[in-house]
Nanobody
Framework: QVQLVESGGGLVQAGGSLRLSCGVS????????MAWFRRAPGKAREFVAA????????SSGDSVKGRFAISRDNAKNTVYLQMNSLKPEDTAVYYC????????????????WGQGTQVTVSS
């Protein structure tokens, strides 16, 4: 049974930074593409960033490029999302996802999901 647990969310002022973590237990972490998605109130779940199993390849959504960075530590079975220059429109529940059988940016292909962590950015 693969389990994902996110942490690091909270309340931050616009322009600030946060780092989210997602710990994974079960399965073979280093084989999984890992991703972050987010859902703002009243909106669909949106792709934020993804990273290959080795960490050599990454991809990010247009709305966060240049501000957010995804990374992973395969020795710790953990993936991170460093969020800088946060904006009020980044307010959302952030979800960690693992092991996709589809495109990295598509939420439909991921087999495992965390429960989410709330990020609130005040203006």
């Amino acid at each position: 049974q693969v389990q994902l647990v996110e942490s690091g969310g909270g309340l931050v002022q616009a322009g600030g930074s946060l780092r989210l973590s997602c710990g994974v237990s079960g399965g073979t972490f280093s084989r999984y593409v890992m991703a972050w998605f987010r859902r703002a109130p009243g909106k669909a779940r949106e792709f934020v960033a993804a990273i290959s199993g080795s960490g050599a390849g990454t991809s990010s959504g247009d709305s966060v490029k240049g501000r957010f960075a995804i990374s992973r530590d395969n020795a710790k079975n953990t993936v991170y999302l460093q969020m800088n220059s946060l904006k009020p429109e980044d307010t959302a529940v952030y979800y960690c996802a693992a092991d996709t059988s589809g495109a990295w940016a598509s939420r439909y292909g991921y087999h495992y999901w965390g429960q989410g962590t709330q990020v609130t950015v005040s203006s």
